[in-house]
């Protein structure tokens, strides 16, 4: 199994307002959300109007899924978004389909499962 994390700066340069910056990033995000089926939020720069930081994330069994999506993700921003890209770094970690699961120790503050 493989998940694949990507984040995205993005320069928005015609925003006034954090009204508009909200309006750029809601609309790339739905778009990347429904054609690449990814999992997409806003995880800094919140306070800023004129650039955004995203992050882009995506499990699946193989790993050329995952790559393929997120240079099409990348394609997308850059030709379909209102902002400019101004950095992008991803990476892809392997997870050991055959290794042993074991349970999570709850802390004190944690509810015990019954």
């Given at each position: 199994m493989y998940v694949g994390v990507a984040t995205f700066e993005l320069h928005i340069p015609h925003s006034g307002s954090l009204k508009e910056?909200?309006?750029?990033?809601?609309?790339?995000?739905?778009?990347?959300?429904?054609?690449?089926?990814?999992?997409?939020?806003?995880?800094?720069?919140?306070?800023?109007?004129?650039?955004?930081?995203?992050?882009?994330?995506?499990?699946?069994?193989?790993s050329t899924?995952?790559?393929?999506?997120?240079?099409?993700?990348?394609?997308?921003v850059e030709s379909q978004s209102d902002g400019e890209i101004i950095g992008w770094e991803q990476e892809l970690?392997?997870?050991?389909?055959e290794a042993p699961l074991s349970m999570p120790r709850l802390g004190s503050n944690d509810t015990e499962m019954e």
């Open positions: 910056k909200r309006s750029v990033v809601r609309s790339l995000r739905d778009r990347l959300r429904a054609k690449f089926e990814i999992s997409v939020a806003e995880v800094a720069l919140n306070d800023l109007y004129q650039r955004a930081r995203l992050a882009l994330a995506m499990v699946s069994g193989d899924v995952i790559e393929r999506a997120f240079a099409s993700a990348l394609e997308l970690i392997q997870f050991d389909d």
